[in-house]
Nanobody, 126 residues
Framework: QVQLVESGGGLVQAGGSLRLSCAAS????????MGWFRQVPGKEREFVAG???????????YYADSVKGRFTISRDSDKITVYLQMNSLKPEDTAVYYC????????????????WGQGTQVTVSS
C-alpha cells in the first residue's frame, strides 16, 4: 500500500522559513516524479514545485512562478523522501500543502498524479 506522509507544517511569521518533508513508502519511487501542491479553501489545488528522477533524465526541478527563488524542492538519494524548503514566506503562502507522486515526468496537473498525502497546514502571519 502506497503512502505519502507530509510533515513540517506550522505557523510562522512573514519572512520566516519552514521545511516540509514527504516520506513515501509502499513501492519503488525511483522513476517517479514527486510534486508539492497547495490549496486554500474555495480555490483549486495548485502546483508549487516538482522534481523528477530517472536514470535517463537525471533530476529536474520545476517551480510555480509565485515561489521561484524562495522555495527549493529536493529529494534524498534513496528517492523516498522529498523536501520543500520554503524561505521568505508570505501570508499568501498560507495553505494546506500536499505531496504527490506520479510515474514519469513532473506534471503541473493534479489529476495526473497517482498518489497523494493527507496534507500539512502552513500558516504565515503578517
Amino acid at each position: 500500500q502506497v503512502q505519502l506522509v507530509e510533515s513540517g507544517g506550522g505557523l510562522v511569521q512573514a519572512g520566516g522559513s519552514l521545511r516540509l518533508s514527504c516520506a513515501a513508502s509502499g513501492r519503488t519511487f525511483s522513476n517517479y516524479a514527486m510534486g508539492w501542491f497547495r490549496q486554500v479553501p474555495g480555490k483549486e489545488r495548485e502546483f508549487v514545485a516538482g522534481i523528477s528522477w530517472s536514470s535517463s533524465w537525471s533530476s529536474s526541478r520545476y517551480y510555480a512562478d509565485s515561489v521561484k527563488g524562495r522555495f527549493t524542492i529536493s529529494r534524498d538519494s534513496d528517492k523516498i523522501t522529498v523536501y520543500l524548503q520554503m524561505n521568505s514566506l508570505k501570508p499568501e503562502d498560507t495553505a494546506v500543502y500536499y505531496c504527490a507522486a506520479r510515474s514519469g515526468r513532473v506534471s503541473h496537473t493534479t489529476f495526473e498524479y497517482d498518489y497523494w498525502g493527507q496534507g500539512t497546514q502552513v500558516t504565515v502571519s503578517s
